[in-house]
């Protein structure tokens, strides 16, 4: 398996919502990042995740809340999102800095 | 900071002929890069890497370039076909294990039939 699995594809909450975007990944990665991506724009990092334990927060926002329940699955939490949080929600995962892989994304539009 | 960004930010080529997308870094001490392509809706797929140790590599109808003097990168697709419209990225991995892969700015390559 070289994949990168995302779910859901698409997401639309309410900004009173609290939902949760997934990802996993059976490569053995032990690292795993979150990026965001606005339109014409390149991805742009929130998390990173080494062997399970956050290490690097880009200054992100507390109502995005990953975490990591183990060395093959990644979860952002998401609450009280407002609109301009819509964008494409990216996964990927690397072994050793090498073997970078992305997901195809969450589409998440805020309403 | 350090930062990896890109020439042109739109190409339009016709069916058939070459593209050349440019990218410059600025981190004299990287040893790697990697090129993405990023289709509407979908996430960055590897097309090609190079390490600092070669100018050229070569995959299929794809040649990355890499100058180290003026810290310049360059992907060449031969033939371009319409599925190659997209969005491609230079990316440049971390040196440290778990650090950030850092994206350049993107150019958006169009080819017309």
């Known amino acids: 398996d070289t994949e990168v699995t995302q779910t859901p594809k698409h997401l639309v909450m309410g900004m009173t919502n609290k939902k949760s975007l997934k990802c996993e990944q059976h490569m053995g990665h032990r690292a795993m990042y979150w990026y965001k991506q606005k339109a014409k724009k390149p991805p742009e990092l929130m998390f990173v995740y080494s062997y399970e334990k956050l290490s690097i927060n880009e200054s992100v926002p507390s109502r995005f809340s990953p975490e990591c329940p183990n060395s093959s699955l990644l979860n952002l939490h998401l609450h009280a999102l407002q609109p301009e949080d819509s964008a494409l929600y990216l996964c990927?995962?690397?072994?050793?800095?090498?073997?970078?892989?992305f997901g195809s994304g969450t589409r998440l539009t805020v309403v | 900071g350090e930062s990896v960004g890109l020439h042109l930010p739109t190409l339009s080529v016709q069916e058939g002929d070459n593209s050349i997308i440019n990218c410059a870094y600025s981190?004299?001490?990287?040893?790697?890069f990697i090129w993405y392509k990023q289709e509407s809706g979908k996430g960055p797929q590897f097309i090609i890497d190079?390490?600092?140790?070669?100018d050229k590599r070569q995959g299929q109808r794809v040649t990355v370039l890499l100058n180290k003097t003026v810290k310049h990168l360059s992907l060449q697709i031969a033939a371009t076909q319409p599925g190659d419209s997209a969005v491609y990225f230079c990316a440049e991995p971390p040196m440290e294990y778990g650090n950030k892969l850092v994206f350049g700015a993107g150019t958006i390559l169009r080819v017309k039939s």
């Open positions: 190079i390490r600092s140790n070669m």
């Open positions: 981190n004299s001490a990287s040893d790697y």
């Open positions: 990927a995962s690397s072994q050793d800095g090498r073997g970078w892989t």
